[in-house]
């Protein structure tokens, strides 16, 4: 089954000039007739790489992983945490319009009985104009 089969052209113009692929089932649209949730499901997200430093690197790399994803979960949505093999500092990459702010509030804090150095930069995205979040 191709997976476009589960997608309708919908035309919302106050939203945008294009049709864009909606997920639809039973020929009903997922937003219903909610024009705010289908504007707010379309709206760009920024994605942050968080460095963080400070961190016990004794510990194995799994439970290093999980501690940083619940120290900065209420920061936004987290899409991964990278470790290099000989850890110094980690990446966590989080989608939110202000995820670094809410991130960089927790430099100073502790992990661990640690003191954490934490730094935000924008994650590096193509710019394709033939997606919806690009």
Not at 25 to 50: A, Q
Not at 92 to 106: P, R, S, T, Y
Not at 119 to 129: D, G, I, N, S
Request: proline letters at 7%.
């Amino acid at each position: 089954m191709d997976h476009w089969d589960l997608y309708s052209a919908v035309k919302f113009p106050d939203i945008c000039d294009t049709d864009m692929k909606t997920p639809v089932f039973s020929g009903i649209t997922l937003f219903g007739d909610n024009i705010e949730l289908m504007k707010s499901y379309m709206k760009p997200r920024r994605c942050w790489v968080i460095v963080v430093a400070g961190y016990d690197t004794s510990l194995p790399a799994d439970e290093i992983k999980k501690a940083l994803t619940d120290h900065f979960r209420s920061c936004g949505a987290i899409l991964n945490v990278e470790m290099p093999r000989h850890p110094v500092e980690s990446s966590v990459i989080i989608v939110g319009d202000d995820a670094n702010e809410k991130a960089l509030e927790f430099n100073g804090s502790e992990l661990g009985g640690r003191k954490l150095v934490v730094t935000a930069r924008p994650f590096p995205m193509l710019k394709r104009k033939d997606v919806p979040f690009a």
